[in-house]
Structures are given as C-alpha cells and as structure tokens.
C-alpha cells in the first residue's frame, strides 16, 4: 500500500481526545550547584489516533519527557495521566501492569530477546501477562509489518530493519492505549527506517493507534501529524502536517536560539 509522509485532515481541537496528558511535569536532577531541571513546567496533550513526533536540541528535555510519559521515570511534580490513570496514583506493581497491558515500546536498540523466535519476541508481553492474542488483530498486525515469513527466525537470523519490523509488530499486538517509540530509525539505513516509520505511520491512519515518537530527524516528523519542540525543558512551538523543510528550519532556529535567560 501506498504511504504517503503528510496529508489527510487533522480533527478539531474540540473534537480530539487525549491519550495521555501532561501537566505542569517537571523533572530535576540532582541539587543545589549541580541542579539540572530537564523538564520545567511542561503541559501537554497527546492525542488519541494521532503520530506525534517530539523534537528539541541534546538536552532539551525530550527523551525525559516520553520516559516521564511512558511510566520509565517518576516526575519530580506535576502529572501525567494515560487515559483517566494518574501515574501518581499507582504503585510498582500497578505502573508494571499499566506499561505491560496499556503501553507499547519501539527502542532504537530492538530489545529483542535473542533466545527466542521473531513470532515468540511479538507475543512475549501477551505471554508474561498470561494473554492470548486476538487472532485477528494478530494476523492484522504481522500482515502489515511483513514478517510473516519470519516467524520462525531468531534475532541474529533477521536484518536490522527486520528486527525492528518485529519490535514494531511486538509493541502493536496488543493493541495499547499509546505506543512510545524513542529514536526508532536510529539504527536503520534509510531505506530501512523509511519502511518502519510508514509502518508507524499506517498503525495510526488505519488502525487508529496513538505513537509519540522521540526523533532528532526532520524527513522521520516528516511522516508525522504533528510536531512538538522542546528547548531548556519547555515547549516552545508545534507544528501541523509538517514537512521536512519546515523541521529543519525549525530546528536550526532552536540550536542557534541558545539557552533561555529567562523570565
């Protein structure tokens, strides 16, 4: 099928429901002289059914941002909710279940378990949580991640854009309330990450999944519905349907923008 990097209709604002939100999140990193606030002050909403790319210079705050999000890290204050879930409410064994069931993961890296089959490696967080995948939204999924002739293959058998194929289909088989994907081409050629960033991009125009992507690549938000920046641990600007070019820009205006002095 034919996936196309920008286009189609974002809904009104009234009508868009959040998947996760983020209120007045701050995160702070050690004390007094050696205090670093990664994030200050964030709020945000990311929206159910929509690609969101997150972007900002090195130590702007946003890998720290989608761990505060995906329940990887604790805030220092404010609040995150998935859904209606207060992160803030739940204990370790909550928050466990809460990623295991309502939360998927693509990471730069695979994290594929080496022992085990491409197919075993997909139904691994179903199996942990003593879950049977629905057949046909698993069928669905390998379908469109083409890997279906790769099932029986272990991790060392598989390219690496084959790998991350399986990681994708691993973090969408059971159907989560948002996948977090932290710099998911990083380690791919282009063509490669071409294919595994059309393949996020289809799990949301046709599956109507939610992914909030962390990427340092304007032509990765460039298959994105929406663009968020950080700079000093704040959000500083958007942007809608973007195109590479106008990341890119954007971007360089942030590096050469230099720390806040602020107020």
């Given at each position: 099928?034919?996936?196309?990097?920008?286009?189609?209709?974002?809904?009104?604002?009234?009508?868009?429901?959040?998947?996760?939100?983020?209120?007045?999140?701050?995160?702070?990193?050690?004390?007094?002289?050696?205090?670093?606030?990664?994030?200050?002050?964030?709020?945000?909403?990311?929206?159910?059914?929509?690609?969101?790319?997150?972007?900002?210079?090195?130590?702007?705050?946003?890998?720290?941002?989608?761990?505060?999000?995906?329940?990887?890290?604790?805030?220092?204050?404010?609040?995150?909710?998935?859904?209606?879930?207060?992160?803030?409410?739940?204990?370790?064994?909550?928050?466990?279940?809460?990623?295991?069931?309502?939360?998927?993961?693509?990471?730069?890296?695979?994290?594929?378990?080496?022992?085990?089959?491409?197919?075993?490696?997909?139904?691994?967080?179903?199996?942990?949580?003593?879950?049977?995948?629905?057949?046909?939204?698993?069928?669905?999924?390998?379908?469109?991640?083409?890997?279906?002739?790769?099932?029986?293959?272990?991790?060392?058998?598989?390219s690496g854009g084959q790998q991350q194929r399986v990681a994708v289909a691993r973090a969408l088989a059971s159907r989560p309330a948002i996948v977090f994907a932290d710099e998911p081409t990083g380690n791919l050629d282009s063509r490669s990450g071409a294919e595994?960033?059309?393949?996020?991009?289809?799990?949301?125009?046709?599956?109507?999944?939610?992914?909030?992507?962390?990427?340092?690549?304007?032509?990765?938000?460039?298959?994105?519905?929406?663009?968020?920046?950080?700079?000093?641990?704040?959000?500083?600007?958007?942007?809608?349907?973007?195109?590479?070019?106008?990341?890119?820009?954007?971007?360089?205006?942030?590096?050469?923008?230099?720390?806040?002095?602020?107020?």
């Open positions: 099928m034919e996936l196309r990097k920008s286009g189609g209709v974002a809904p009104e604002v009234g009508d868009r429901v959040p998947a996760a939100r983020v209120r007045d999140l701050t995160k702070v990193y050690g004390s007094g002289q050696t205090e670093v606030r990664a994030l200050d002050g964030v709020s945000l909403d990311l929206y159910a059914g929509e690609f969101t790319a997150v972007m900002g210079p090195s130590g702007s705050g946003k890998s720290t941002l989608m761990h505060c999000c995906a329940a990887l890290d604790e805030a220092s204050s404010g609040s995150v909710l998935i859904g209606d879930t207060d992160l803030a409410d739940l204990g370790d064994k909550e928050l466990t279940r809460l990623r295991r069931d309502r939360i998927g993961f693509v990471f730069q890296s695979f994290n594929l378990v080496p022992t085990l089959t491409a197919e075993e490696n997909v139904l691994l967080p179903l199996s942990i949580a003593g879950r049977r995948p629905d057949p046909d939204w698993y069928a669905l999924v390998i379908d469109a991640v083409g890997i279906a002739d790769r099932l029986g293959h272990r991790p060392n058998e598989l595994v960033l059309g393949l996020l991009q289809r799990s949301v125009r046709e599956f109507g999944q939610t992914v909030v992507m962390v990427t340092h690549d304007p032509v990765a938000a460039g298959y994105t519905d929406r663009v968020v920046f950080l700079a000093d641990g704040v959000v500083v600007d958007e942007l809608r349907e973007p195109e590479a070019e106008r990341v890119l820009e954007r971007m360089a205006q942030l590096a050469t923008a230099g720390p806040r002095s602020g107020g």
